[in-house]
T-cell receptor, first 114, second 115 residues
Framework: EAAVTQSPRNKVAVTGGKVTLSCNQTNNHNNMYWYRQDTGHGLRLIHYSYGAGSTEKGDIPDGYKASRPSQENFSLILELATPSQTSVYFC?????????????FGPGTRLTVL | GDSVTQTEGPVTVSESESLIINCTYSATSIAYPNLFWYVRYPGEGLQLLLKVITAGQKGSSRGFEATYNKETTSFHLQKASVQESDSAVYYCALGEASSFSKLVFGQGTSLSVVP
């Protein structure tokens, strides 16, 4: 079955450090997304991509960069991590294949910045 | 802007009782909203539970159902008889039918079903 995987699943980082969260999808979808989810908030879109080589800013891009080197891989980069970036991060892939648009999510990465 | 509001959690329900999780939306920039319910079981990613793209239609899956009501801008999730395995976090989401669709999520409702 097609899947979205994320690594690492858990990460503890120090303030000011660099963090890279990785996402891989075998759905062959063009679109990929990074969200964060905090208590009391729904998932909020950080960055997204239309395909290899493209990245676009979502609703809350400040403090994050993204990289899409291939159809399958989409990374989220925190160059200078801060405690406010402690959260659960979800990656998703999506496509509209003749029907309503759907997104398929990975299991999430729990990031703690100390 | 576009937004989704759903029942504040956590919600605790006894097994075999009925459930309703309220969801209302505001779609100011989306001409033809699509509505979704996603579920996240412990340790897993979000899974699509059901979707409805046409106002007035009902979606159903795994005993859950939701009706897209354009007049009341609502998409409430209901189940007649819950089971312990339904314990999860439920997210209502709003999207649009375009080549790229950004989803706007509600805050999630944590459901615990107790024996």
């Amino acid at each position: 079955e097609a899947a979205v995987t994320q690594s690492p699943r858990n990460k503890v980082a120090v303030t000011g450090g660099k963090v890279t969260l990785s996402c891989n999808q075998t759905n062959n979808h063009n679109n990929m997304y990074w969200y964060r989810q905090d208590t009391g908030h729904g998932l909020r879109l950080i960055h997204y991509s239309y395909g290899a080589g493209s990245t676009e800013k979502g609703d809350i891009p400040d403090g994050y960069k993204a990289s899409r080197p291939s159809q399958e891989n989409f990374s989220l980069i925190l160059e200078l991590a801060t405690p406010s970036q402690t959260s659960v991060y979800f990656c998703a892939s999506g496509e509209r294949l003749g029907g309503p648009y759907e997104q398929y999510f990975g299991p999430g990465t729990r990031l703690t910045v100390l | 802007g576009d937004s989704v509001t759903q029942t504040e959690g956590p919600v605790t329900v006894s097994e075999s009782e009925s459930l309703i999780i309220n969801c209302t939306y505001s779609a100011t920039s989306i001409a033809y909203p699509n509505l979704f319910w996603y579920v996240r079981y412990p340790g897993e990613g979000l899974q699509l539970l059901l979707k409805v793209i046409t106002a007035g239609q009902k979606g159903s899956s795994r005993g859950f159902e939701a009706t897209y009501n354009k007049e009341t801008t609502s998409f409430h999730l209901q189940k007649a008889s819950v089971q312990e395995s339904d314990s999860a976090v439920y997210y209502c989401a709003l999207g649009e039918a375009s080549s790229f669709s950004k989803l706007v999520f509600g805050q999630g409702t944590s459901l615990s079903v107790v024996p």
